[in-house]
């Protein structure tokens, strides 16, 4: 089955189930298996490949086929038969890859691979062979074994234990020449290229190391653009903006039902599309649209709490560009923040898209067993 398929059926799956409760969501087919949920935990036996998106996801027995790993922590502790792809905050492979490895994080550390190592992060540690090359960008990346092909190697501070060992070329990506100091019993002078840093970024532009500038600037960037997209609306239609924000201040709850309704019909719709077999051309638009809608969910009701905020404060009603941009950007500001709380965060930040899309759903549609007097 197409993998990127398979990665959009994962993430429909994840969404009505991270709501839900911390059970995990489970939907198998041909011995594919998704994983969803607060705590999602792969125990079963006879899987090929593996999808598991979550808070926290744990890999226990192994798979015959690839990993595709995505939550706040995770734990892969079985053996992968084929390649790892994941993504978190903590990042554990303790259990054997016996084929590639492609891995981001913030707190990462890698065993055994039988194929090539790509890894990205702030704090990296290596602590089983690695069989094909390693290409690592972190800012402390500890080393604890023998890697047999070639090392493209980015860091600020790089630690060789008892037994570390390179056998191929060791390239180096420095700011300053002999930066780092390579001990002998590593590798050899003979297999050292010391390259100055600006290189790294024109051979390797997709892999970054995590920096808190980065992250400011990515926050930073992500608030303007939900304030630009504000403005716009409010200078478009003024009037219903502040009518929909409203409608989410005075009935928050009744706008998240119908958001959560809103929503399961896209992706349902989504999904039926697919099971169809010919639907599965108009399935791609279908979810652009419910990714679309949810989006400016987000942004409306992003909107009507930086208006809510600044209401508590006895400020009064935004009545220009001006304050309405300010009154999306505190409210970006405030989601992106809560967002930083593991599990409670996500679903803050669903439950912002969802009252706001519920907003726009109640003025497009009217339902009249919800009207008010």
């Known amino acids: ?161 008892e037994g570390a060992r390179v056998e191929g070329t060791l390239t180096i990506y420095e700011e300053q020449a002999d930066d780092i100091k390579i001990p002998a019993q590593v590798v050899p002078e003979d297999r050292i290229k010391r390259l100055n840093i600006s290189e790294w970024s024109e051979a390797n532009a997709d892999i970054e190391i995590w920096n808190w500038q980065n992250s400011l600037k990515q926050l930073l960037t992500w608030i303007l653009i939900i304030m630009g997209i504000a403005i716009l609306i409010a200078a478009i239609i003024p009037q219903k903006l502040a009518n929909l924000r409203r409608s989410i201040l005075d009935q928050p709850f009744r706008s998240l039902l119908f958001g959560f309704l809103a929503l399961s019909v896209a992706l349902g719709s989504t999904i039926t599309l697919m099971l169809t077999g010919i639907g599965l051309l108009l399935a791609p638009a279908t979810l652009l649209i419910a990714i679309a809608t949810a989006f400016a969910g987000y942004v409306v009701g992003a909107y009507a709490l930086g208006v809510g905020l600044l209401l508590m404060i006895k400020q009064p009603e935004p009545r220009n560009i001006v304050t309405r941009a300010l009154a999306a950007g505190i409210g970006a500001l405030v989601v992106a923040l809560i967002a930083l709380i593991p599990f409670l965060g996500w679903l803050f930040v669903m439950a912002t898209a969802l009252v706001g899309l519920g907003a726009i759903t109640i003025w497009l549609f009217q339902p009249r067993f919800f009207a008010t007097a």
């Open 1 to 161: 089955m197409n993998r990127y398929l398979l990665i959009v059926i994962m993430f429909i799956f994840a969404a009505p189930t991270l709501a839900a409760d911390e059970k995990s969501g489970v939907f198998e087919i041909n011995n594919d298996l998704f994983l969803t949920g607060a705590i999602a935990v792969q125990d079963k036996t006879n899987v090929d490949d593996l999808f598991m998106f979550g808070e926290t996801v744990r890999i226990e027995k192994g798979i015959a086929g690839s990993a595709h790993l995505f939550g706040r922590k995770v734990i892969s502790m079985g053996t992968i038969g084929a390649d790892v792809y994941a993504a978190g905050m903590d990042v554990t492979l303790s259990g054997k890859t016996t084929g590639d490895v492609t891995v981001s994080g913030y707190n990462v550390q890698v065993g055994e691979v039988g194929g090539d190592l790509r890894v990205s992060g702030a704090n990296l540690t290596l602590s089983a062979p690695v069989s094909g090359y390693a290409l690592i960008a972190g800012d402390e990346v500890k080393i604890k074994s023998i890697i047999k092909g070639d090392v493209h190697l980015n860091a600020r501070e790089v630690d060789f234990a």
